[in-house]
């Protein structure tokens, strides 16, 4: 009987095993924080490296298995983007994810509320598995900007 059970734990452990190696490949939402934060203070400091830093995939300071920056100015357009540069420039105020949300949009307006700062969810291509998933995006006012990155769920 006890090895009987024993079995049956390792049996469940084991199956526990691919969910947290899942996991541990997918940011987290306090690191789409900390990259944010970090984006935003070399934007502070120096635009041009900052915008050269976040559009090098090699980066790993802005670049991080799911994990990497954009920014948009408050009119929509697309200054810079980690995953996708053929963005980079397009006003994408319009563009709505599969269930019609628009979510440059609603970044924008919560950039320009009091709080300057918050989450948006929304449906976008994970880099990763190339599928479009459920995605939160945290972004930070700076200047005429927003900051951004996001997990996916």
Known sequence: MR???SASLLSVALLALPGAAWSADKGSADEAVAMVKKAVALIKADKAKAFA?????ANKEYH????YV?????????LVHGNNPKIVG????ALA???GKLMIKDMAELA?????KGWVDFKWPNP???AVENKSGYIERVDDMMVGSGVYK
């Not at 830093?53 to 995939?57: K, L, M, R």
């Not at 397009?90 to 105020?93: A, G, I, Q, S």
């Not at 320009?112 to 300057?116: I, L, Q």
């Open 90 to 93: 397009k006003n994408l105020m």
């Open 97 to 99: 994810d599969s269930n």
């Open 112 to 116: 320009k509320s009091p709080a300057g």
């Open 70 to 78: 954009y920014v948009y100015d408050l009119n929509g357009v697309c």
């Open 64 to 67: 991080d298995r799911d994990l």
């Open 128 to 130: 990763v598995t190339k």
């Open 3 to 5: 090895t009987m059970f």
């Open 53 to 57: 830093a976040i559009s090098d995939t």
